[in-house]
């Protein structure tokens, strides 16, 4: 069983920074992408990033320049800077084309979430 695990939400005032983590733990061969969306109270779900096994790398137009995503293995992180009240949100980690060490497969996965609350 393949699961993911975020960490690293809290409480932060507007411009600061936080980072984000998410580990795929399991016995897993290979994941396609990663990457975070979240959904703020109120609205839907929005992508904030992505990034494929190659590296390459994709963000939601309100957070270009200011999130990064980035990949260590089966870990995936977003570095959240110059924060601001919009972006308070639960911040859920995905895991697109999971295939196993024996086989199997998930067309994609999500994780708990971990919330991110941008106040003064």
């Known amino acids: 069983q393949v699961q993911l695990v975020e960490s690293g939400g809290g409480s932060v005032q507007p411009g600061g920074s936080l980072r984000l983590s998410c580990e795929a733990s399991?016995?897993?061969?290979?994941?396609?992408?990663m990457g975070w969306h979240r959904q703020a109270p109120g609205k839907s779900r929005e992508m904030v990033a992505g990034i494929t096994d190659g590296g390459s790398t994709v963000y939601g137009n309100s957070v270009k320049g200011r999130f990064t995503i980035s990949r260590d293995k089966n870990t995936v992180y977003l570095q959240l800077n110059s924060l601001k009240s919009e972006d308070t949100a639960v911040y859920y980690c995905?895991?697109?084309?999971?295939?196993?060490?024996?086989?199997?497969?998930?067309?994609?996965?999500w994780g708990q979430g971990t919330l991110v609350t941008v106040s003064s």
């Open positions: 399991g016995s897993i061969r290979t994941i396609d992408a």
């Open positions: 995905t895991a697109v084309r999971v295939v196993t060490m024996d086989g199997g497969s998930y067309n994609e996965l």
